[in-house]
């Protein structure tokens, strides 16, 4: 273990090194070879377990363009719920809550992200999942998404830029409400120059057409006519806990849970209660 974290130690030194010095020559081509780094997954993909976990689904595969959508259906006679899951992890990250939902006669449908599960691209983009998620919804039809983390976000970029008619309503877990935030803490644990730090953010602003304040979740979320519920941990070391109250107090129909103890991952039986009490009020 220690020689473990020795050798991160090492790698971690190298990597800096090397961003810092093509700062030197060029700002963007650095900050361009820091976002490939950020938007890497180191893990994410299915194990055999996680293929166990998958196999009773029906597996159907969507296109996007050149990208790979994997999708996991269980058939039940209710309303469809989409499950979109956050970063290095897959669609069977929602195994107890999508048990209890389909014991409810849900129809439970997840999907992989980009780059993670059996999706397709070698990189993460929060903006590409949302339009995974887009079409997810065309072919599904669900009248809940659910996401985590920064599959939160991809469901609230959705919602506000490509809002299909059979959504109405979403769940919002441990979500980020400035994506700035995320990559502020990424560019400070790899401890870059100045110059590395403006070129990742000019990178960022080329590629998708505005700064990256736009990217905001307690913005967009002002947006929204339809309802929805906000989760959020006191203890999240990931997504800060006042993100989630930001969120809420910029969404009109959002109602807000605080939970305490169960980190940004939110994996707790008492945390699958809250949501489906709240489905059950929404339908009922």
Known sequence: MKMKKISQKIQLIALRQ??????????????????????????????????????????????LRDVKIQTYRWEGKGETILLAHGWESNAARWQQLGKKLRKQGYTVVALDAPAHGESGSAQFNAFLYAEMIKTAVERFAPTTIIGHSVGAFATAFYAT??????????????????????????????????????????????????????????????????????????????????????????????????????????????????VMDYLQKELA
């Open 18 to 63: 090397y961003a810092n010095t093509l700062a030197l020559f060029s700002e963007l081509k650095a900050g361009e070879w820091a976002m490939k780094l950020f938007f890497t997954p180191r893990k994410g993909r299915l194990t055999d377990e996680n293929r166990q976990t998958l196999r009773s689904a029906t597996w159907e595969t969507l296109q």
């Open 161 to 274: 830029h490509f809002l299909h008619p059979s959504v109405k309503r979403l769940v919002l877990m441990a979500a980020p409400s400035e994506l700035n935030q995320i990559f502020d803490k990424f560019l400070d644990f790899i401890r870059v120059s100045p110059k590395v730090r403006r070129g990742f953010y000019r990178k960022l602003e080329l590629m998708f057409g505005h700064p990256i304040e736009y990217f905001s979740i307690k913005t967009l979320v002002q947006k929204l006519t339809i309802n929805g519920l906000v989760i959020h941990d006191k203890t999240d070391d990931i997504c800060k806990f006042e993100d989630g109250e930001q969120i809420h107090a910029h969404w009109q129909g959002s109602a807000f849970v605080a939970t305490e103890g169960y980190g940004h991952t939110l994996r707790h039986e008492n945390v699958q209660k809250i």
